[in-house]
């Protein structure tokens, strides 16, 4: 299916998306796809009319949403941002465990995609978005204030643009978004400005909460990472679920995730990863000739070569073939 009839489609430039659904079958081919952490529902027999035009990088995804149908979305992936909607158009209703949150046109919302249980979008929708990592978000903080960040920023969850920043920071978007969408090339040396920009425009013009000190259960929560760490540092050489390392720490999969987000900005599967890819490292900074850079990441469970390189250099700034490279040159000095 092409995106010029108006049924679904994806334009790759260099990290700029569009997706369009129109038809009946469009809606799980759009479901389908990896990089969309939601799934989107038809509001009514209508079906879904809907189009996403934006782009994705490091630190701020950028994309409109337009749908004349209405439509809902659910999460299908856990993902540690801040999502931001600006609605030019239509109305939205957001439903976070028990608490509902709704923004109309002229207003914006931002709240941490992973509370979201779902989102309602009315018809006649036009909305601009945006998604930030929490650590970029934090370092972009700690930058901009010049003092250490909280480990969760919280802001007011719906916001009018009734002030001259927030109507500033949603005109930086407009503009970036028109921008990029226009003129694709060369988005990749300017864009990191553009992001700078945008994330100092929306933490100098969002309104914050005011962050809860340290209760006592803080040394509680010390204690399960604790028990957490231990049965995993145990078990890293074989297969393990969140089940177990929450059984291990004496709480619940929800406690341990929250847990560990608050006390170490990290959920446990990203600790594991985190310390087999050391583990990898190690065995390759002491490899010898015979050493199969794939074989050591398989013994680790990273059966993806392309997965496990891109996580290896963003861990440790190198490729794992210059790792080896540098521990053979020690092995034939010597």
């Keep these: 299916m092409s995106e010029e009839n108006g049924t679904f489609g994806l334009r790759a430039s260099l990290h700029m998306f569009s997706l369009k659904a129109g038809r009946a079958d469009d809606t799980e081919a759009l479901n389908e796809i990896g990089f969309l952490p939601v799934q989107f529902r038809p509001q009514g027999r209508a079906g879904l009319d809907l189009s996403i035009e934006g782009l994705h990088s490091r630190k701020v995804n950028l994309w409109r949403t337009r749908s004349t149908s209405g439509f809902k979305s659910r999460p299908k992936a856990e993902i540690d941002v801040l999502s931001v909607r600006l609605l030019l158009k239509g109305r939205m209703t957001r439903i976070d465990g028990g608490r509902e949150f709704v923004a109309e046109t002229g207003h914006g919302i931002a709240l941490p995609f992973e509370a979201m249980n779902v989102a309602t979008m009315s018809p006649a929708f036009d909305a601009l978005s945006c998604s930030i990592p929490q650590r970029h978000l934090r370092a972009a903080f700690e930058t901009l204030e010049g003092r250490p960040a909280p480990v969760r920023l919280a802001f007011e969850p ?11 920071f949603a005109a930086t978007l407009r503009s970036v978004h028109r921008r990029l969408s226009r003129s694709p090339e060369g988005a990749d040396l300017f864009y990191p400005l553009l992001e700078e920009l945008m994330l100092h425009q929306f933490l100098s013009s969002w309104p914050m909460h005011a962050h809860a000190q340290p209760d006592a259960a803080g040394p509680a929560h010390s204690r399960v990472v604790r028990r957490a760490r231990d049965y995993m540092e145990a078990h890293l050489a074989t297969p393990m679920t969140v089940a177990e390392i929450a059984a291990a720490a004496g709480v619940s999969v929800r406690v341990l995730q929250l847990t560990f987000r608050k006390e170490i900005d990290r959920t446990p599967i990203q600790y ?20 199969r850079i794939s074989q050591v990441s398989t013994r680790w469970g990273f059966t993806s070569a392309s997965d496990f390189s891109a996580r290896y250099k963003a861990r440790f700034g190198c490729t794992p073939t210059q790792t080896l490279a540098q521990a053979l040159n020690r092995h034939n000095s010597h």
């Design 158 to 168: 719906v916001v009018a643009f009734d002030t001259r920043a927030v109507r500033a």
């Design 272 to 291: 594991i990863l985190e310390r087999r890819l050391d583990l990898v490292r190690d065995e390759l900074a002491r490899a010898g000739p015979d050493t």
